[in-house]
């Protein structure tokens, strides 16, 4: 009998310890954001909606077949991971209009994104048909890595699905040949490159040299959300194939949380989070995950990842019910358990006293391990001041130095707007009955015009002095041969200037004609026009425009 009571002392006690020492740690805080993000997923997808929506404006009011095409290559990309029917519907669509513009090579790009749209769907034969229809050889340069990249993908998702382990084997050898060419074509500081080799490396048996490539990347690279949630699955795999169970799982939480915030509907780390969580017996995030997971693959039509949660779903939704009725026994024994015990213990309360040395001694080493943990929560708490301190302070110079130019660029438009506004009044009162020649003088735009040179003059000369080295730099995104030199050194052209204010944060085109003084049209035409010249992908000209200066500062 005192044996049975010393033991639920300590235990009681043992309980009590753990309780005490569990901090707030990393994994819980990406675990509650994953929970907040997985709740207003509504929100991002309307998010979603609203950036397709204006898509498919720019499409149907485009004024030429090459807009058309691009405007297409944008909308197939943001909807192969959101839904894949309409990805394929419109790959078809901008194989048409390729076909009528009469370029090979538009032709095909659109087939290869007909081929990406179908392989996400799982229709692997028609993608080999289509992908033999398409010369590598006579290819551009710029689209031979998109090729590789097709490949790999198809045959990676052929090998995972192989019934039998020849094919199976054959498709891991072609997989891994297309992944050493797409390696070969991209460039070693790009994010397809860090992917395709930390892939090579968990592959063939290095994760942890696949941990650290991909860290080295994603510390050195400002990441979208999209890519953010690649790198971070990419990682998962890696410390998943080490045996490092908490940080596959941090990684996964990342990965998740970042698809979640992108608005794409085909994933894989919330489903291994959820498998993850499932065999930790957190049974009810993991169920809450996979039916999120389901949902999104049903509605993404990604036939390869409803087949993967296909074979989960069923086995944990299984558990899962188990779980409750276990829960019920549990209670019902638990009842009757306690019972027995409070008969047990009004027999045992006279032993209590002979083991109140013992419980005084636990005491002690459980209060000395308590503010061990006090000292040890102090100093985290501590440096985790000392990070957000100095985080506020590198968020708070960008502030000033963005504020100091926008404040700067209104105060000379608001000095223009002034002198104009005088002018008027100056030729009312000349109408009143002043000399001729004053109203000749008031009515002329003389003077607004040196005002807007000497603004425009100020302007490049104060962006020059905080990104010197822009234009050099900007001429470095676009074809050589489609390099703009300003006329005179220390100055810019209409161009540059519209890029310098993207460069600043305004992206709006409306705000950007006001600035100039040209009309909306005009600085659409300037922008695709300069999109059209660049040397990579045109529709990440503009955020590649962003990140000009960055790394120097």
């Known amino acids: 009998m005192g044996r049975i009571v010393s033991l639920i002392l300590c235990l009681v006690f043992v309980a009590g310890v753990k309780m005490q020492g569990r901090g707030a740690t990393r994994i819980d805080s990406l675990m509650a954001q994953l929970d907040t993000v997985v709740a207003n997923r509504s929100h991002y997808f309307e998010i979603k909606e609203n950036r397709l929506s204006g898509l498919k404006r720019d499409y149907f009011s485009a004024r030429n077949d090459i807009s058309r095409f691009d405007i297409l290559g944008t909308l197939i990309d943001e909807y192969i991971p959101y839904n894949t029917d309409s990805a394929l519907v419109y790959s078809l669509e901008r194989e048409s209009v390729a076909r009528r513009i009469g370029d090979p090579v538009r032709i095909c790009t659109a087939r ?22 398409v010369s590598k050889e006579e290819l551009p340069d710029y689209l031979v890595p998109f090729y590789y990249y097709v490949m790999r993908t198809l045959y990676g998702r052929l090998s995972d699905y192989s019934a039998f382990e020849p094919e199976r084997k054959r498709y891991l050898q072609l997989t891994d040949a297309y992944r050493d060419s797409l390696m070969m074509v991209n460039d070693p500081g790009s994010l397809a490159f860090a992917i395709s080799r930390a892939d090579q490396l968990n592959i063939h048996g290095r994760p942890a040299e696949a941990v650290s490539v991909m860290t080295e990347f994603m510390d050195s690279h ?26 596959q799982k941090e990684q996964l939480l990342v990965s998740s949380i970042s698809d979640m915030k992108s608005a794409v509907r085909e ?26 997971c389901v949902d999104d693959a049903t509605k993404s039509n990604a036939r390869h990842r409803i087949i993967e949660l296909n074979e989960t779903y069923p086995m944990v939704n299984g558990i899962y019910l188990n779980a409750i009725k276990d829960q019920k026994r549990s209670l019902q ?27 005084a001694a636990a005491k002690k080493t459980i209060e000395e391990n308590n503010q061990r943990l006090d000292i040890l929560n102090s100093k985290l708490t501590e440096s985790n001041r000392e990070l957000c301190e100095a985080n506020r302070s590198i968020a708070e110079n960008s ?61 490049d000369e104060t962006f020059l002095k905080l990104f010197p080295t822009f234009v050099e730099d900007f001429n470095k995104l676009l074809l050589p041969e489609e390099a703009i030199i300003p006329k005179r050194p220390g100055s810019l052209n209409t161009e540059l200037r519209i ?25 659409y035409n300037y922008r695709t026009r300069v999109r059209n010249k660049a040397a990579g992908d045109r529709s990440q000209l503009e955020k590649q425009v962003l990140l000009i200066g960055r790394s120097e500062r």
């Open 267 to 292: 994933y894989i780390s919330l489903r291994e989070l959820a498998l993850l969580l499932y065999r930790e017996g957190d049974l009810d995030r993991a169920y809450n995950f996979l039916n999120v």
């Open 222 to 247: 400002e990441l979208s959300e999209h890519d953010k949630a690649i790198c971070a699955w990419t990682l998962s795999e890696s410390y998943g194939i080490m045996g490092e169970t908490k940080s």
């Open 333 to 359: 024994w638990a009842l009757a358990i306690i019972t027995v015990i409070s008969l047990s213990l009004l027999a045992a309360i006279f032993f209590i006293r002979k083991q109140m040395r013992n419980i």
């Open 112 to 133: 290869m994104n007909r081929a990406v749209a179908l392989s996400a769907i799982g229709m692997y034969s028609e993608v080999i048909e289509i992908m033999e229809g």
């Open 499 to 523: 890029f310098a204010l993207i460069r600043l944060g305004i992206t709006d085109s409306d705000r950007i004609a006001k600035f100039l003084r040209y009309s909306l049209t005009t600085i």
């Open 399 to 459: 502030r000033v130095k963005e504020t100091y130019i926008g404040r700067y660029m209104d105060q000379c438009l608001e000095y223009i707007e002034r002198l104009d506004t005088y002018r008027k009044s100056i030729s009312k009162m000349a109408s009143s009955g002043k000399t001729d020649e004053l109203k000749k003088m008031v009515k002329s735009s003389a003077a607004i015009d040196d005002e807007l040179k000497s603004f425009y003059g100020n302007f």
